[in-house]
Each structure stands twice: as structure tokens, then as C-alpha cells.
């Protein structure tokens, strides 16, 4: 959630001609990270999280993605800190889903 929360603050100082463009992908990318964690917590069965932390884990690759666009189009925009929650969030979830494929072997 601080992550989505961070990327609503930076995704705001993209000119207004971002405002339907890279400013929406990312804040859908962003929401869609813990939201898909949350619907896979809820799910029954280990494999179907297991799937869910996959599908949050592509969303923190496209704002991954989003975020370098924003550095290679010059924008004036420090990223450090999105990037930061975003590498640790995308660490934590390959983690978890690691771990979980492992015990769901057993």
C-alpha cells in the first residue's frame, strides 16, 4: 500500500499531458499489486496465490517499465524513492512465491 501510495505522489508531477496516458498506467499497474495479493489470500487453495503473486508480480514489472519511461523522457521527477519501495516489494513477492511452490511440492 506505500507503494501505490508513493506512485499516486510521483505519478502527480507528470505534466498534464500524462494525465490519461503514463500517469493512469502506473496508478493501475501500482493498485493492481496489492489488490491481486489481497484476491489471492482469499482464494482456497495455495496455487491459486501462488498464481495471484505472479499476475502482482507482472504489475510491479509494468511499473518498473513505467518508471523508466519516466527517467529516459527527461521528466524532472526523482524516482528514488517509488523505486526503492518497488524493488522490495517485487523481492518480497518473488520470495513469498518461491517459498509457497516449494511447500506446495511437498
Known amino acids: ?29 501500482a493498485v493492481s499489486i496489492p489488490a491481486n495479493i489481497a484476491e489471492g489470500a482469499a482464494r482456497s487453495s495455495t496455487k491459486e496465490l501462488v498464481q495471484f503473486l505472479s499476475i502482482a508480480l507482472g504489475s510491479a514489472s509494468e511499473l518498473d517499465t513505467q518508471i523508466e519511461v519516466i527517467r529516459r523522457l527527461g521528466y524532472p521527477i526523482d524516482c528514488a524513492i517509488a523505486q526503492a519501495k518497488l524493488d522490495s516489494v517485487s523481492a518480497q513477492l518473488a520470495a513469498m512465491r518461491t517459498k509457497l511452490r516449494a511447500r506446495a511440492r511437498s
Open 1 to 29: 500500500m506505500d507503494l501505490v501510495t508513493e506512485t499516486y505522489r510521483l505519478s502527480s508531477l507528470l505534466p498534464k499531458d500524462e494525465q490519461f496516458g503514463l500517469m493512469s498506467q502506473m496508478r493501475r499497474a
